[in-house]
Nanobody
Framework: QVQLVESGGGLVQAGGSLRLSCVVS????????MGWYRQAPGKQRELVAR???????NYADSVKGRFTISRDNAKNTVYLQMNSLKPEDTAVYYC??????????????WGQGTQVTVSS
C-alpha cells in the first residue's frame, strides 16, 4: 500500500506564508508526477500546482508568482511554499501522487488533506 501524509496547514493572516509538506511512503517502485489540489467550501477541487519527476512545474493562474512547488526525490516528499496568502486561498489542500508500486502499474493516490485558513 501507498500512503500520503500532509503537514504544515494552519491559520495565517493575509500576506503571510505557510509551507505544506507531503511524504509518500509504502510500496514505491517509482514516483511520477506529484501535485497539490485544494477544495474550498461549496467549490470543486482544483489543481494548485504540479511537478513531474523531471522537475517541470505548472501552476494555477491564481497562485502563479506566490506559490512554489518542489520535490525531494530522495525523501519521496513534495512541498508547497505559499507566500502572500490571500483569504481566497482558504481551503483544504490535498496532496496527489502518481506512483508505480511495481513495474508497469501506475496508480493515483491522495492524502487526507490539510486545512489552510487565511484571515483578512
Amino acid at each position: 500500500q501507498v500512503q500520503l501524509v500532509e503537514s504544515g496547514g494552519g491559520l495565517v493572516q493575509a500576506g503571510g506564508s505557510l509551507r505544506l509538506s507531503c511524504v509518500v511512503s509504502g510500496r514505491i517502485f517509482r514516483l511520477n508526477a506529484m501535485g497539490w489540489y485544494r477544495q474550498a467550501p461549496g467549490k470543486q477541487r482544483e489543481l494548485v500546482a504540479r511537478i513531474i519527476s523531471g522537475g517541470s512545474t505548472n501552476y494555477a493562474d491564481s497562485v502563479k508568482g506566490r506559490f512554489t512547488i518542489s520535490r525531494d526525490n530522495a525523501k519521496n516528499t513534495v512541498y508547497l511554499q505559499m507566500n502572500s496568502l490571500k483569504p481566497e486561498d482558504t481551503a483544504v489542500y490535498y496532496c496527489n501522487a502518481n506512483v508505480f508500486p511495481v513495474v508497469g502499474a501506475e496508480y493515483e493516490y491522495w492524502g487526507q488533506g490539510t486545512q489552510v485558513t487565511v484571515s483578512s
